[in-house]
């Protein structure tokens, strides 16, 4: 029998509920995220890695023309933000239990790597996040050099650079700082500005502090397409080592839900981040 291969998706218990109970997955704007700098560090390191390869022309020219572009572009960053729902390959691990799953009171959701590809088409992607600091030698940092060079007008008024810019931005969406590769993280991705046409409507989260703008995927139908049952596509349900929730309830719950194969998939984490409790 083939191995299944596991991405971890780490929350809290509302979104269990709204996965499981509504078939519905959240893709929230990753400038609302911990890493929302990782965008912003992807363009400044691509346009760094540009203009330091046109100093070295002496492209005086181009060089201000390039300066001008990224100066102009970063100020969008809002309207290019891309949407996405996060995973990782590391099952039951402490750092992710911190920072994604409720400082260990949540639960950890495992869904096949194979059937969340086949789930993800159209404007959704599902794109293993890669983590580089040095810029330089990203295939996006070639193209766009040439493509400078070879323009004969305004880099703004040339659709082969706007088209690479936007390529950029969505790039952007799937990359990280190295400091974060002991996260092994994949990512389900849509970028809305990147389709003339995107289905989904957005939705809004209304907390006492803020709102929030995301997009919800309804899991039931992108499991028809890809001829399974979300069932099929959650392997695993872990209680968080820090969370107070019973087994026997959560099994009930899945159960009067319409989700009972699932029950028979819920675990409890063996690892030791428990450190509300103290024994006298």
């Given at each position: ?56 022309d002496g492209a ?80 996006l940092v070639d ?138």
């Amino acid at each position: 029998m083939k191995k299944q291969h596991l991405l971890y998706h780490y929350t809290d218990y509302q979104a269990l509920d709204g996965i499981v109970g509504k078939a519905q997955l959240r893709l929230n704007n990753l400038l609302n995220m911990n890493d929302a700098a990782e965008m912003r560090l992807f363009m400044g390191g691509l346009s760094s890695a540009v203009i330091e390869r046109l100093q070295r022309d002496g492209a005086q020219e181009a060089l201000k023309a390039v300066k001008k572009l990224f100066q102009e572009e970063v100020k969008k960053e809002f309207y290019y933000s891309a949407y996405a729902a996060c995973f990782s390959k590391n099952r039951d691990d402490a750092a992710q239990w911190e920072r994604y799953g409720n400082h260990g009171r949540g639960v950890c959701i495992a869904f096949s790597k194979e059937l969340l590809q086949k789930m993800a088409a159209g404007i959704v992607s599902l794109e293993e996040v890669y983590y580089q600091a040095d810029m330089r030698t990203h295939k996006l940092v070639d193209t766009f050099y040439e493509l400078v060079k070879d323009s004969r007008g305004g880099l703004k008024e040339d659709p082969r650079v706007m088209a690479c810019l936007e390529e950029a931005w969505i790039a952007s969406a799937a990359f990280k700082h190295p400091s974060f590769a002991s996260e092994k993280e994949t990512r389900l991705v849509a970028s809305p500005f990147s389709k003339k046409y995107f289905d989904v409507e957005p939705c809004y989260h209304i907390s006492t502090e803020r709102i929030k703008k995301y997009y919800p995927l309804d899991l039931r139908k992108m499991c028809e397409n890809a001829r399974c049952s979300l069932e099929d596509a959650i392997d695993e349900i872990m209680i968080g080592p820090e969370s107070t929730q019973s087994k026997a309830i959560l099994e009930d719950y899945l159960k009067d839900t319409g989700m009972g194969g699932l029950a028979g998939k819920v675990a409890i984490s063996d690892c030791p981040l428990r450190r509300s409790y103290t024994t006298s």
